[in-house]
């Protein structure tokens, strides 16, 4: 069962605390560790963040470049770990547990500082599509970024990884992955925002969207039910119907909703509905 709707993805596995924490890492060869957080999954995350850390060692990406009210609430946040083991128990601690079935938590390694850094993502985030418009990709959701590395070229993947020898995060099924980048910066590297051409942003919205159903069926548990599975495995079943849908060219988001409500039900992985809900099914 899905603990609460706050679950969008599984509880992180055992792996994860020490890799996050390391308590060997002393910052021998002068590497920083960075922890990246979607603030838009814990409301007032930036204020929590100010309690935890020195001010030195937080960093919102969108503070001084984008302006408008409630940013502050939604912006992802750059979060250096102290190499003193004690006080980055205590931070990986706090860490881990408000970001636990969230998908909004990602360890960078980089031998640039905190600014330099920021200052890196920050030109990352910007992107035009094919239509001329431009938007933020949302590097610090992990879906998000799990798509990107998926669909961006690989001078694309280079770009955003350069100065990142490694990152690392928790995926949809509560495991640590890894994607491997550079140490070095790039001086000649492009500062204009990504152009994402239309079949990838076409496979873009496909990725996005069982995410965007699975959330529909979470929110909605008095009208369709509990979901008694993990958020994994309905996110798998999904996906698959719509995939199927896309190879039969039908692709249609109405369509897929419908498809994807049919397939979970088939596959006994909703739990039984409310007394009001189906009750108000059966006399309709």
Not at 75 to 90: D, G, K, M, N, T
Not at 173 to 191: K, N
């Amino acid at each position: 069962m899905l603990e609460d709707r706050d679950t969008w993805i599984d509880p992180p596995g055992p792996e994860v605390d020490p890799y996050l924490f390391d308590a060997e890492w002393r910052k021998p060869d002068a590497v920083e560790r960075y922890v990246l957080l979607d603030a838009s999954f814990v409301p007032g995350l930036g204020a929590r963040l100010a309690d935890w850390a020195p001010p030195e060692n937080v960093c919102s990406l969108y503070a001084g470049v984008y302006d408008g009210e409630g940013l502050d609430q939604v912006a992802p946040y750059l979060v250096r770990l102290p190499p003193s083991a004690y006080v980055r128990r205590q931070l990986c601690e706090k860490i881990l547990r408000v970001t636990r079935g969230k998908p909004m938590l990602s360890l960078l390694h980089s031998m640039a500082t905190l600014e330099e850094l920021a200052a890196h993502l920050r030109v990352q985030i910007e992107a035009v599509n094919d239509q001329g418009k431009g938007y933020l990709l949302r590097l610090a959701d992990t879906r998000s970024f799990a798509g990107l590395m998926q669909v961006l070229t690989p001078p694309q993947r280079a770009r955003l990884m350069a100065g990142i020898a490694r990152w690392s995060y928790v995926d949809r099924d509560g495991i640590w992955r890894f994607v491997e980048g550079s140490f070095h910066f790039d001086p000649q590297a492009d500062t204009k925002p990504f152009q994402i051409d239309a079949d990838q942003q076409l496979w873009l919205n496909r990725l996005a969207l069982p995410d965007a159903i699975l959330r529909f069926v979470q929110l909605r548990a008095p009208l369709f039910g509990e979901l008694a599975c993990a958020p994994s495995v309905a996110h798998r079943v999904i996906q698959d119907g719509v995939l199927r849908l896309v190879r039969r060219g039908l692709d249609n988001q109405a369509l897929a909703y419908r498809h994807a409500l049919t397939r979970l039900r088939q596959q006994g992985l909703f739990g039984a509905k409310p007394q009001a809900a189906a009750e108000l099914e059966a006399s309709s």
